[in-house]
T-cell receptor, first 112, second 111 residues
Framework: NAGVTQTPKFQVLKTGQSMTLQCAQD?????MSWYRQDPGMGLRLIHYSVGAGITDQGEVPNGYNVSRSTTEDFPLRLLSAAPSQTSVYFCASTRSRNYGYTFGSGTRLTVV | GEDVEQSLFLSVREGDSSVINCTYT??????LYWYKQEPGAGLQLLTYIFSNMDMKQDQRLTVLLNKKDKHLSLRIADTQTGDSAIYFCAETNPSGYALNFGKGTSLLVTP
């Protein structure tokens, strides 16, 4: 049981490049979400999903796309990276609110 | 979304108790959480409390909830140097399927 797995752990992108941050969970959790963490800002919600085929926007969705084709995977796509997207990205999942959310170990992204 | 407020820093001596405070504004929140983040790591769920509870105790951790004032606190008894970390308060967001976080309280435990 690996929990929530995020890849890559580190990434450097040039402005304008695109990439996908991967998130996979093996706990059969329906609910998954993406957050970004910036110094002094806490964690802010980017997008979330309540099940395969269902996604919705969070607090800071601009510049990011998501899809949920399977229960296990919830990738986050940066279409055209900008320096403002330099951050640490966390993926989380839960099967129910009263069970708490399990977080991945994060992806540290730098856009130059 | 609604705001979750926390003080940014707390310093305590080893062996003392630590109290980390949080206020939230969304009265519809049903669950409130405390997470711990060590340097360079992800978030670890410490404990959570349902909004119809006043207190929850789990070993060295005590969570107190004052629904009238929308105030949540985390007390760590016998604080150890290994407790040094950032502690985040979080509530379920209006959708109910994700979390709103405070900015985190950095706890420093000195010998």
């Amino acid at each position: 049981n690996a929990g929530v797995t995020q890849t890559p752990k580190f990434q450097v992108l040039k402005t304008g490049q695109s990439m996908t941050l991967q998130c996979a969970q093996d706990m059969n959790h329906e609910y998954m979400s993406w957050y970004r963490q910036d110094p002094g800002m806490g964690l802010r919600l980017i997008h979330y999903s309540v099940g395969a085929g269902i996604t919705d926007q969070g607090e800071v969705p601009n510049g990011y796309n998501v899809s949920r084709s399977t229960t296990e995977d919830f990738p986050l796509r940066l279409l055209s990276a900008a320096p403002s997207q330099t951050s640490v990205y966390f993926c989380a999942s839960t099967r129910s609110r009263n069970y708490g959310y399990t977080f991945g170990s994060g992806t540290r992204l730098t856009v130059v | 979304g609604e705001d979750v407020e926390q003080s940014l820093f707390l310093s305590v001596r080893e062996g003392d108790s630590s109290v980390i405070n949080c206020t939230y504004t969304d009265s519809s929140s049903t669950y409130l959480y405390w997470y711990k983040q060590e340097p360079g790591a992800g978030l670890q769920l410490l404990t959570y409390i349902f909004s119809n509870m006043d207190m929850k105790q789990d070993q060295r951790l005590t969570v107190l909830l004052n629904k009238k004032d929308k105030h949540l606190s985390l007390r760590i008894a016998d604080t150890q140097t290994g407790d040094s970390a950032i502690y985040f308060c979080a509530e379920t967001n209006p959708s109910g399927y994700a979390l709103n976080f405070g900015k985190g309280t950095s706890l420093l435990v000195t010998p």
